[in-house]
């Protein structure tokens, strides 16, 4: 098992906003982690990366404990992709190189630089490569910190809603590089999503969290009417078009 | 065919390391013209002469009084400068620097208590400023200062602060230690009070060379180590999280840095006093020229601000000659408008 989610605890200012979260992610899965707002989505994610100190329970990336893992590993163990992002000075080229600093002693080598073409490329952001990143709308800077995360090398990719600033045909693309990307490389993703068909439409199994509790995990099937309504409490179809489960509203 | 994105990037790097270059070759010419303009004006000939020795009137008025002001307006603009892009970085805010923070006043408090306690310096009865214990005066400024840089880390910990409501506590900081300054003169005697006000007018001209050894002393290593935190910098400019997932320990970060940047702004107060706004401007100027990357700002950051305080200072003691204008007021006259122009900036993007 890649990784493995054990009994996450975590409270801010003595309200709990994680009670025990327990799941596992093997190689080349890919996660996605649903749930209404104030779930604990996010804060899970963090948790799982070390950003925030969780209160109880234990993270084990490639059976072993995170803290075991100084802080340079970490970061090449796992790419975090936060939900909200902004630009600055910096060029598109250098924010993504930025993502090869757990692997810099004192510069960018060569390999590096060139690491970093390649996934512009892979991205789709090559001709933006000496655009500031305070100048790209929303969706090109979504990319940027994707690519950043890829160049990393992680075992583990974590990313926070990554799609929201997303067009319809950028969601797809993104969402389709990602799951393409964990297949081939072996990767463990975890993704926060709120759209739930596009969810559906790549992902490999399903956590579903309310409160700061796992409601219900699986795969696809899990999604049915009765827990949506018990998750978000309103009533929907599940319906089957070319293959991938559709979730519509009928109130 | 058309260059790859690599190739592309590189050229791009080189063009940033040229940059740097550039800004080198301006300050020896500045220097160099520095040496030679003033009230003793002087041929680029006779000055290499009297550097040499052959001319003992020359050799005084260069050794001791053009010299020192030009390696001071070097050395302060460059600390001035490299401390505002550190604390922009590390602060998240636009608008930080020295000045604006109010570290540069708490330096002042600083420095105007060495003198009142411990009596630290005074004025001859030429009306020349003199300090007798620089070391006395650069602890109590760097302290004044750390009550500066203590009380704005403390605010920016609290959560939802604005980068507005972070310059506007900088303000009241500022206030307070004028107010602290003002209070220290009322009780001063004539010749320390003498002292104590030239601070609050930077003048370039005052260091001596001892002063000016304890600044670099406390410049090269502060700068030396920004530049190997250069990539850490890079992290924390993209947001606290993306730095901590890509390993940096933001907390320890972003305090040795403003300790450090204090401090060089409280060595510069300590000999030169106040100067405005070179901490605010230099590194905006950088980063429209050639990007935010702080592997190249922080260098090219020093460099124009030694740069920009060099022909300041320049301008201020050669345009109305032999009248010397204190360099502050010129800082000011173009810090300003800047300041405003960026405040509208921030608040618009808001």
């Known amino acids: ?251 | 065919m058309s260059m790859s994105v690599t190739e592309r990037y590189k050229g791009y790097t080189a063009k940033r390391a040229t940059f740097g270059v550039v800004l080198f070759s301006l300050i020896i010419l500045a220097s160099i013209y520095a040496l030679n303009v003033g009230p003793y004006s002087l041929s680029l000939g006779d000055t290499i002469k009297a550097l040499a020795g052959e001319n003992a009137k020359a050799g005084l008025v260069l050794w001791n009084i053009r010299l020192p002001r030009i390696v001071a307006a070097i050395v302060v603009g460059a600390a001035l400068a490299v401390a505002g892009a550190v604390m922009q970085c590390l602060l998240r805010n636009p608008l930080a620097s020295p000045f604006t923070m109010g570290i540069s006043h708490g330096a002042m408090f600083g420095a105007s208590l060495a003198i009142a306690l411990i009596g630290a310096g005074g004025a001859e009865s030429s009306g020349r400023i003199f300090i007798n214990n620089p070391y006395a005066v650069v602890l109590f400024a760097f302290s004044g200062s750390l009550l500066g840089v203590g009380a704005i880390l403390l605010l920016a910990r609290l959560r939802g602060l604005s980068p507005g409501a972070m310059i506007l506590a900088g303000v009241a900081m500022s206030s307070l230690f004028m107010a602290g300054t003002t209070l220290i003169q009322y009780f001063a005697e004539e010749e320390e009070l003498a002292a104590m006000v030239y601070w609050s007018f930077g003048d370039l001209g005052r260091p001596v060379w001892k002063e000016i050894w304890i600044m670099l002393i406390a410049f090269v290593p502060s700068f030396i180590y920004f530049l190997f935190e250069r990539w850490n910098y890079n992290a924390i400019e993209s947001g606290d999280e993306i730095a901590k997932s890509l390993g940096v320990n933001v907390d320890v970060v972003r305090l040795v840095g403003m300790l450090l940047a204090s401090l060089i702004t409280a060595v510069g107060v300590a000999f030169v006093g106040i100067i405005g706004f070179i901490g605010l401007i230099c590194p905006h100027a950088v980063r429209l020229l050639i990007g935010g990357d702080h592997r190249f700002l922080i260098p090219s950051s020093a460099l124009f601000g030694a740069l920009l305080l060099l022909l300041s200072d320049t301008v201020a003691r050669t345009v109305i000659s032999p009248t010397l204008l204190p360099v502050g007021v010129l800082t000011s006259f173009m810090g300003a408008p800047m300041f405003i122009y960026l405040l509208v900036k921030m608040e618009q993007r808001v």
């Open chain 1, 1 to 251: 098992m890649l990784l493995e989610v054990d009994g996450i605890e975590f409270s801010y200012d003595s309200i709990p906003i994680l009670k025990g979260v327990t799941f596992e992610v093997k190689r080349g899965e890919m996660v996605a982690i649903l749930g209404p707002n104030g779930a604990g989505k996010s804060t899970l994610l963090k948790c799982i990366n070390g950003i925030l100190k969780p209160k109880g329970g234990v993270v084990m990336v490639e059976g072993l404990p995170g803290e075991s893992y100084g802080t340079r590993d970490m970061a090449k163990k796992m790419g975090y992709v936060p939900q909200t992002n902004t630009g600055n000075f910096m060029t598109v080229f250098d924010a993504v190189l930025l993502g090869r600093k757990p692997y810099m002693r004192w510069d960018p080598s060569e390999k590096d630089v060139e690491l970093v073409g390649e996934t512009l490329k892979l991205v789709g952001l090559e001709h933006l490569a000496l655009k500031r990143t305070n100048s790209l709308s929303g969706g090109e800077l979504q990319k940027v910190v994707v690519a950043r995360a890829l160049v990393q090398k992680p075992k583990v990719l974590l990313l926070d809603e990554f799609t929201n600033n997303l067009d319809l045909r950028n969601q797809l693309e993104a969402m389709r590089l990602v799951s393409r990307l964990t297949h081939e490389r072996g990767v463990s993703s975890i993704v926060v999503m709120h759209d739930i068909n596009l969810a559906l439409r790549y992902s490999d199994k399903f956590v579903v969290m309310t409160k700061g509790v796992i409601h219900a995990q699986g795969e696809k099937e899990i999604i049915d009417p009765q827990l949506v309504k018990g998750v978000y409490g309103i009533k929907v179809l599940v319906e089957n078009v070319g293959g991938v489960p559709l979730v519509v509203p009928v109130e």
